[in-house]
């Protein structure tokens, strides 16, 4: 069973900066993509970003401009670097990691809490 472990977390004012980290127990090589989410209070979980096997990314429009997903296959971490973080941005943040194949598979990790404060 793959782990996910996202750390990099916290509290931050706007403007700020912050790196989310997600590492996996086994080689992210195996996936199809790899993606963060986020959920607000009282809001659904949404895409934030996406970075596909091949390398492609893809942002929520919310996140272009400002948020960078990269990955080190090396380290099977995948990164989310969130720059000029706003309010808005507070949220619970999820790493997700699928196959979709001829089995499906959707790895979630447990989440890291980002908080920016006005």
């Known amino acids: 069973q793959v782990q996910l472990v996202e750390s990099g977390g916290g509290l931050v004012q706007a403007g700020g900066s912050l790196r989310l980290s997600c590492v996996a127990s086994?080689?992210?090589?195996?996936?199809?993509?790899m993606d963060w989410y986020r959920q607000a209070p009282g809001k659904q979980r949404e895409l934030v970003a996406e970075?596909?096997?091949?390398?492609?990314?893809n942002y929520a429009d919310s996140a272009k401009g400002r948020f960078i997903i990269s990955r080190d296959t090396a380290k099977n971490t995948v990164y989310l670097q969130m720059n000029s973080l706003n309010p808005e941005d507070t949220a619970v943040y999820y790493c997700?990691?699928?196959?979709?194949?001829?089995?499906?598979?959707?790895?979630w990790g447990q989440g890291t809490q980002v908080t920016v404060s006005s």
């Open positions: 970075i596909t096997s091949g390398g492609t990314t």
């Open positions: 086994g080689s992210i090589r195996s996936f199809n993509g």
């Open positions: 997700h990691a699928y196959v979709r194949a001829y089995l499906i598979y959707d790895y």
